[in-house]
């Protein structure tokens, strides 16, 4: 099964944390690694990539800490996922322009390029405020409403 790194994992983490804070509010590197269990040396290298990628906003001092640069529902997955992976695909052939000493004769290359395009749609599509438990229960209201696109059940 596709498996983001720990890295990624706790990239993710950390963003919906982040989602979950009141606007104007901060969380420091100990706060949000108390709050989600993750080492706090990882957690503040992590933290630091998703900054330089514009993702999230850092100040320092007293009241400093930590914060999304646009809403959640404006951050998709894959946006996270391109900042903290270095190819972010299934196989080595769908994840940047490199090709296996076997693409000449692969027999999957194609199929799983197309995996990877709808992977990749549902990452661009998937939001931090869909993550959120106030994301989650947006879901199933729209679920028991009749609303969700069906096709998304599926994934």
């Known amino acids: ?16 944390y982040l989602s979950g804070l009141d606007k104007d509010r901060r969380a420091s590197v100990g706060e949000i690694a108390g709050a ?16 330089k990628a514009g993702l999230a906003e850092s ?12 809403p959640a529902s404006e951050t998709s997955l894959m946006e996270i996922l391109r900042a903290l992976e270095r190819r972010p695909g299934l196989v080595a052939c769908t994840g940047g ?43 199933r209201e729209m679920k028991d409403m009749n609303l969700l696109d069906p096709t998304l059940e599926k994934v």
């Not at 989600?36 to 900054?51: F, G, H, M, N, Y």
């Open 1 to 16: 099964m596709f498996a983001m790194s720990k890295r990624a994992e706790y990239g993710v983490i950390a963003m919906t």
């Open 36 to 51: 989600v269990a993750v080492p706090r040396e990882l957690l503040a290298k992590i933290l630091s990539v998703l900054v």
């Open 97 to 139: 322009r490199e090709l296996c000493s076997l693409s000449r004769s692969c027999q999957i290359r194609s199929p799983m390029m197309n995996v990877h395009v709808k992977l990749r749609k549902v990452l661009e599509e998937t939001t931090l405020a869909d993550l959120s438990p106030i994301g989650a229960k947006r879901r």
């Open 59 to 70: 100040y320092s001092g007293p009241t400093g800490g930590f914060r999304l640069t646009k």
